[in-house]
């Protein structure tokens, strides 16, 4: 990610939120290559990663619009093209919104000193935040469009054993913030478990949590 950041921002965080956002249709149940999804909202992330509110807004509605234009295609082969297009850009501009409130937050939090702290507390913010931004599109406006949730990818695999103790929303917090603590680690090197013991903890307790329901 160091050498990602030496580049002009234009050169790869558009490809890479583009990427994040279509890498997402194929986690999806239709394809079921689940474990794509947390690889789709680790690109996204570190595509807005950095930047003031408005940039990242820019950006994370191209990530938005290939979120949503790849998992609801489906939609133009009955109504036509213009229904599924507004349809991805309403939603992709309640992404763009969540995307440019978590890239400030961020941004905020990595100014902290303690990074034991810093860490698992930027992991909690950006779950938080991702979680409340489905809520809104899975509410608003008109009932909302409760598709396209992180934790509907995750439908087929082990991990959907955590709906039983958090719900679907839930079980999309917990996916986010296992994202974002392996995230910080890989980036972290050898300072990974002491850095990042909280996130990586209680990642490893969620996922073995789910793994006893299937043994």
Known sequence: MTKLHRLPGVL????????????SSLAM?????????????????????????WPASGIGFLAGLAFYM????????????????????????????????IAMVWKSLETLKQSFYRTSLIALAIA???????????????????????????????????????????????SVFMTVAILQALEAGRRAVKDNYLGLAASLVAIATAWLFIV
């Open 128 to 174: 938080t935040m991702w979680t409340a931004r489905e809520w809104v599109a899975i509410n608003l406006p008109y009932g909302g469009f409760p598709w396209a949730r992180v934790a509907q990818a995750l439908s087929e695999s082990f991990l959907s054993q955590l709906v039983y103790f958090v719900g679907i929303s839930g079980l999309t917090f917990v």
């Open 12 to 23: 790869w965080r558009i490809p890479t939120a583009i990427v994040g956002g279509l890498l």
């Open 70 to 101: 790849s998992q609801v295609e489906w939609l133009s082969l009955y109504l036509g093209p213009i229904p599924w297009i507004a349809l991805s850009v309403m939603e992709a501009l309640i992404f763009a919104g969540g995307s440019g409130v």
């Open 29 to 53: 149940p239709r394809e079921d290559i689940w474990p794509l999804i947390f690889v789709s909202v680790a690109m996204i992330l570190v595509s807005i990663r950095g930047l003031r509110f």
